[in-house]
């Protein structure tokens, strides 16, 4: 008996410690930067902010970019939380020069669909919120309708859907009232072959003074023609009966070529050499027997990749131009830095910094 105690004692206290270990704390907070080489100096380019609950979700987001003359400014803000009207997502997104351009804070409803939406436009109104309610149908849970209003309770917009007897969009309604006093309008129909593929659909639309319209016709579900107008007259046109001309200097052609390392991969012969835990630790490329590139790794004590250096060669000599990659980590496996360099000058670095749940 004492020898099975004595046993199961010195299991415990064995497997005490690899459990410990094995315990990765959740992460709370994590902060990022990027920096790169902008002349003589790095300068920070990027960073991003990041607050996470004890299931591993994002409460907070917060990410700065660098703008065109090199300040850092907000680019975005989003926020999970709730309230008194429900759980929310609050989402604001800034200009070049960190300026709000809007916020919207959106609320699901318990089928997770959106139930309201609240939002600020800044180029229309700063100091006037608007909010829009969903209506959702009960059956097929499509929307049907939304409702928006102002900050005074005013009604200024709505939308309504309609559909057929097997679900599909026949009609849309929206009409919304501006802040300078104008009414914008859009209205869109669809119609449907007996075998339920599209037939055709219009769309007219009345915005500060001018009436947009246009009428598609489909094939197969496939656009046929389509034609647009302006106050009456047509600004543009394609598919059958269409006049319009188009100018082949005009046109863009974009071609994929695909992967061009499928091009590469034949010239060279790459030979990988392991070590006794099965790591990579030196990969050769070789065009006939001249030496072209080594690749050499170096791993921590974890088994983390911690440098990756590739030598380049010219008629089978180093040529002198190197590039290194190197990474740090914290206890936790989690990165800490990521830096590459060009024959030894830094060009670009990556920080991570962390807290935990305790």
């Known amino acids: 008996m004492k020898t099975l105690v004595a046993k199961a004692a010195f299991l415990t206290a064995a497997l005490i410690p690899n459990m410990l270990m094995a315990q990765t704390p959740t992460v709370k907070i994590l902060e990022y930067k990027e920096a790169e080489r902008k002349e003589e100096d790095l300068a920070i380019v990027k960073k991003e902010?990041?607050?996470?609950?004890?299931?591993?979700q994002v409460l907070k987001y917060?990410?700065?970019?660098?703008?065109?003359?090199?300040?850092?400014?907000?680019?975005?803000?989003?926020?999970?939380?709730?309230?008194?009207?429900?759980?929310?997502?609050?989402?604001?997104?800034?200009?070049?020069?960190?300026?709000?351009?809007?916020?919207?804070?959106?609320?699901?409803?318990?089928?997770?669909?959106?139930?309201?939406?609240?939002?600020?436009?800044?180029a229309l109104n700063a100091d006037n919120p608007y909010t829009r309610?969903?209506?959702?149908?009960?059956?097929?849970?499509?929307?049907?309708?939304?409702?928006?209003?102002?900050?005074?309770?005013?009604?200024?917009?709505?939308?309504?859907?309609?559909?057929?007897?097997?679900?599909?969009?026949i009609k849309y309604e929206k009409w919304e009232q501006l802040p300078n006093g104008n009414k914008n309008t859009e209205e869109k129909s669809v119609e449907y072959?007996?075998?339920?593929?599209?037939?055709?659909?219009?769309?007219?639309?009345?915005?500060?003074?001018?009436?947009?319209?246009?009428?598609?016709?489909?094939?197969?579900?496939?656009?046929?023609?389509?034609?647009?107008?302006?106050?009456?007259?047509?600004?543009?046109?394609?598919?059958?009966g269409s006049k319009t001309k188009i100018d082949p200097n005009k046109q863009k052609v974009l071609i994929d070529f695909g992967n061009d390392d499928q091009f590469n991969s034949g010239m060279w012969d790459v030979v990988d050499e392991t070590d006794d835990k099965g790591r990579k630790i030196k990969t050769t490329k070789t065009e006939g027997i001249e030496i072209m590139e080594e690749i050499l790794y170096t791993y921590d004590e974890q088994d983390n990749l911690v440098k990756l250096k590739k030598i380049f060669y010219a008629a089978g000599e180093p040529s002198?131009?190197?590039?290194?990659?190197?990474?740090?980590?914290?206890?936790?496996?989690?990165?800490?830095?990521?830096?590459?360099?060009?024959?030894?000058?830094?060009m670009m670095e990556k920080?991570?910094?962390?807290?935990?749940?305790?």
């Open 133 to 169: 309610v969903y209506k959702y149908s009960e059956t097929s849970k499509k929307i049907v309708s939304t409702s928006l209003t102002d900050s005074k309770g005013k009604k200024v917009g709505e939308e309504n859907w309609k559909y057929n007897k097997e679900d599909e969009e």
């Open 320 to 346: 002198g131009q190197e590039e290194e990659q190197v990474w740090e980590y914290d206890e936790h496996k989690n990165k800490l830095r990521e830096a590459s360099f060009n024959n030894g000058l830094l």
């Open 62 to 122: 917060a990410l700065l970019i660098a703008n065109p003359i090199m300040e850092l400014v907000k680019s975005l803000e989003i926020e999970k939380g709730n309230d008194a009207n429900g759980n929310f997502e609050k989402i604001t997104k800034f200009d070049e020069g960190g300026e709000p351009i809007i916020w919207e804070k959106t609320y699901l409803d318990a089928n997770g669909k959106k139930g309201r939406v609240e939002y600020v436009d800044f």
């Open 193 to 240: 072959n007996p075998d339920g593929t599209l037939a055709r659909s219009t769309l007219l639309m009345k915005q500060n003074g001018d009436v947009l319209k246009e009428e598609i016709v489909f094939e197969k579900n496939k656009v046929k023609e389509k034609k647009r107008y302006k106050n009456g007259e047509i600004v543009s046109s394609f598919g059958a």
């Open 351 to 358: 920080t991570y910094a962390y807290q935990y749940y305790k």
């Open 49 to 56: 902010f990041k607050e996470f609950n004890n299931a591993g």
